[in-house]
């Protein structure tokens, strides 16, 4: 299990997760089947090697943008039986495939490279009118022939030598993988997106970053070899994290993250937000509480809704809400306050790297809001169904609580300088850690000098456990205590 956390002045602005067992596949590039052709649909079954087919669908691409869209190919030229270069634009969901583009796109710090779109385009966060024409002629004479371009927001004050090495590393990239889909003798995964890690700093690495710290050598060690590559400014900026104390507890990350989970975002103020997500869209109502520093309600209301902006955007991204968002401010009699709500939140959601329209207020106060899905929301990354009230509620999953786990022995460990750990904890969560050898390395490695035993008990509720590093505690260990590795 990966994680990647941004914060700003210790609060949590983004926050991404990954397993091992459940790569993400969206960036994918395969060489697929056709397997069934819907003419009168433009799309087509495609397999990729996966349990379920992809869906293929002529007007499919991976970056959201309506001047792209209009350049892309109007007809689907397959067959049932060929073989096609496709990329994943979306993840697997229920018994839905992903979904497919031939339209390929390969993001790199500072370009979207295009190959087979004949396309130049600056990202709109770029304003500065000589930049654009800049990086626009930059663009048109470097684009490969019959393809394109996407400048990124870094490009703001990014280096034209470093843009021009990029653009020629995204080149050989799509040269290898033509070659490969060539070579490739039926169905092939021919490009995977890299780990979570290198994707998260090449997306929010810029010059406001201060500090990169990794709590693993190694990852260390190549995510510096990576930034000399893009942009030797940078590489030093990375640290290692070599400390007693676990990384989530010494930055907050674990409480702050634990909230995400929660209906109830408390607003500075004493308002609250209370999120609540269906099969159709997310609804998220905006409440008062006990705030009442206006002269009047109608100032108080207004006070509330603005400072309510600034927490929607922050968890739209950090829960990595898509689809369709339905916000019900507190409801206002001044158009002009309408207006002013309306237009923060629209300022407030312009931080957000994936795109986010966000609509007029209409007559009952709704505001709707339609943000790109990317991944999986992360909430269902975190939570699964608990089996006792057949999928109406939700538990956190046994990584969630491993993650959680490794943090409080670590800082047992830490704070006590005992060398031997007894934790209490549910039955199932115990069998699912030793499975998955989630501290396999951590017990080779940091621990390989300290023993942690597990003991099943029923009373421990599914997020709970209970640490006691004490070494004479293993005079009376049960017969049910399993030794971790």
């Known amino acids: 299990m990966s994680s990647v956390s941004l914060l700003e002045e210790g609060r949590l602005i983004e926050f991404h997760i990954e397993y091992k067992e459940n790569n993400r596949l969206t960036g994918n590039i395969y060489k697929g089947k056709v397997e069934n052709v819907l003419h009168g649909l433009e799309s087509a079954f495609v397999n990729i090697g996966r349990g379920r087919n992809g869906f293929l669908y002529v007007g499919e691409t991976l970056d959201d943008r309506a001047d792209l869209r209009s350049v892309v190919p109007g007809a689907l030229d397959v067959q049932a039986g060929d073989y096609v270069m496709v990329q994943v634009t979306k993840e697997e969901v229920g018994q839905k495939g992903a979904r497919l583009t031939e339209n390929i796109s390969l993001p790199g710090r500072y370009v979207v490279f295009l190959p087979n779109i004949d396309f130049v385009g600056i990202s709109n966060k770029i304003t500065d009118a000589s930049r654009r024409e800049m990086l626009t002629k930059l663009l048109q004479k470097h684009k490969p022939a019959g393809g394109g371009l996407i400048a990124r927001t870094v490009c703001i004050d990014a280096k034209k030598k470093d843009i021009l090495a990029e653009i020629k590393r995204m080149q050989a990239l799509y040269e290898k993988i033509r070659a490969d889909f060539e070579k490739a003798q039926g ?33 260390v060690q190549k995510l510096k070899n990576r930034l000399k590559e893009m942009d030797s400014d940078f590489s030093h900026k990375v640290e290692y994290y070599d400390s007693a104390y676990d990384l989530w507890d010494v930055f907050g990350i674990g409480q702050q993250v634990d909230k995400l989970l929660e209906r109830r975002v408390a607003l500075p103020s004493g308002g609250s937000l ?3 997500r269906t099969e159709a869209l997310t609804a998220i109502d905006v409440n008062s509480g006990g705030f009442t520093a206006g002269a009047d309600h109608e100032e108080t209301v207004y006070l509330t809704n603005m400072e309510a902006t600034k927490e929607i955007a922050r968890q739209l991204q950090l829960r990595n809400i898509g689809g369709i968002i ?8 001044n158009a002009e306050h309408k207006t002013a709500v309306v237009e923060a939140l629209r300022e407030e959601v312009l931080r957000d790297r994936i795109k986010t329209r966000v609509q007029d207020m209409t007559q009952l106060g709704l505001v709707e809001i339609t943000r790109k899905k990317v991944g999986k929301e992360l909430s269902t990354k975190l939570l699964e169904p608990c089996a006792h009230c057949k999928g109406s509620g939700s538990v956190p999953n046994a990584y969630y609580v491993a993650r959680k786990l490794r943090a409080a022995v670590t800082r047992a460990f830490a704070d006590t300088g005992c060398e031997n750990a007894i934790v209490q904890i549910g039955a199932g969560v115990m069998d699912a850690i030793f499975a998955s050898r989630y501290f396999a390395s951590i017990c080779a490695n940091e ?7 597990l003991v099943p008990n029923s009373q421990v509720r599914p997020l709970g456990f209970v640490v006691s590093a004490n070494d004479d505690a293993f005079l009376n260990l049960p017969t049910t205590a399993r030794l971790l590795y």
């Open 187 to 219: 169905i092939a995964l021919l490009h995977n997106e890299d780990d979570l890690v290198y994707r998260s700093v090449r997306d929010m690495l810029g010059g406001e970053v201060e500090r990169i710290i990794c709590n693993n050598a190694e990852t």
């Open 274 to 276: 209370v999120v609540d």
């Open 326 to 333: 339905v916000v019900d401010f507190i409801d206002m009699l």
């Open 447 to 453: 621990w390989k000098n300290k023993r942690v035993y």
